[in-house]
């Protein structure tokens, strides 16, 4: 009642009113049609579809469980064992986590050991021995800084190169 009263009495919300319900009895007789049966397919088509990581992840799974009972028993009892394998050993190894510290510093000091003498072998045959011998009790500051030389004039070299190349085929 008081949005019937309102209407009788403002000019502009009767306008809107009215033009709406023109809008309405004009679209009431408009044809009606029906869009072909390819129609939905064609639109779906386009529309690309969110599917969470997990619904994914378990389709994938799905389709790795074996269908029969015995099967599935039997991977039932692997998954078990391996789950099972990994809990003893990750137990052992928190319990031994000096041990685990210690094999990792080992092999980090040994990759260290095999990037040093790959690298002095590199320079060595670079600059020579001798050069090596020199640059060895300034450690590895001078190793750093005699590859840094080493680097910046094989890149200048190679512009060099590439300049003299570039300017003889222009030619």
């Known amino acids: 009642a008081p949005l019937k009263a309102h209407i009788r009495r403002c000019e502009d919300c ?3 009113l009215d033009a709406a319900r023109s809008l309405v009895r004009r679209l009431e007789h408009l044809p009606q049609f029906t869009p072909s049966p390819a129609f939905a397919s064609r639109v779906m088509s386009r529309v690309h579809v969110y599917v969470p990581w997990y619904i994914t992840a378990w389709d994938r799974l799905r389709v790795l469980v074996p269908q029969s ?3 599935r028993a039997f991977a039932a009892v692997g998954a078990v064992s391996v789950l099972a394998l990994i809990s003893i050993v990750s137990l052992a190894l928190v319990t031994r986590l000096d041990a685990l ?4 510093d080992l092999g980090v000091m040994r990759l260290q050991e095999w990037g040093s003498a790959l690298f002095a072998s590199v320079i060595s045959a670079a600059v020579g021995q001798g050069a090596i011998e020199a640059i060895r009790p300034m450690g590895s500051f001078g190793f750093l800084a005699i590859a840094t030389l080493f680097l ?6 190679a512009g060099l190169v590439r300049g003299l190349v570039r300017g003889r085929s222009q030619r």
């Open 14 to 16: 009767r306008s809107e």
């Open 69 to 71: 009972r015995p099967a």
């Open 101 to 104: 510290i210690f094999a990792l």
């Open 152 to 157: 910046i004039t094989a890149a200048g070299a």
